[in-house]
């Protein structure tokens, strides 16, 4: 059973700073790709970031050079170093993993941004 637990989540003003970290446990070999998803309340589920298990990276547009995804291969973790909040980025940031080509997600932790 594969499991992921983020933490990290809470209230920023606008300008400030947070860091999301995303540990899996369980059957953890063989990960294809880890990444952040977020939610906005209204809106779908959308990409923010994502990074492959050779360490490619991808970023939705409108958080490039804000945010930053990494990977801790050794803690089993991604995080997401998120800089320069604006209010539009608060949401629920969900954390994914990709194993086999099927997806695995988090329980969400919410961002807030104050404006």
């Known amino acids: 059973q594969l499991q992921l637990v983020e933490s990290g989540g809470g209230l920023v003003q606008a300008g400030g700073s947070l860091r999301l970290s995303c540990a899996a446990s369980?059957?953890?070999?063989?990960?294809?790709?880890m990444g952040w998803y977020r939610q906005a309340p209204g809106k779908q589920r959308e990409l923010v970031a994502r990074?492959?298990?050779?360490?490619?990276?991808n970023y939705v547009e409108s958080v490039k050079g804000r945010f930053t995804i990494s990977r801790d291969s050794a803690k089993n973790t991604v995080y997401l170093q998120m800089s320069s909040l604006k209010p539009e980025d608060k949401a629920v940031y969900y954390c994914?993993?990709?194993?086999?080509?099927?997806?695995?997600w988090g329980q969400g932790t919410q961002v807030t941004v104050s404006s």
């Open positions: 369980g059957s953890i070999f063989s990960i294809n790709a």
């Open positions: 990074i492959s298990s050779t360490g490619n990276t």
């Open positions: 994914l993993l990709v194993k086999y080509g099927l997806d695995y």
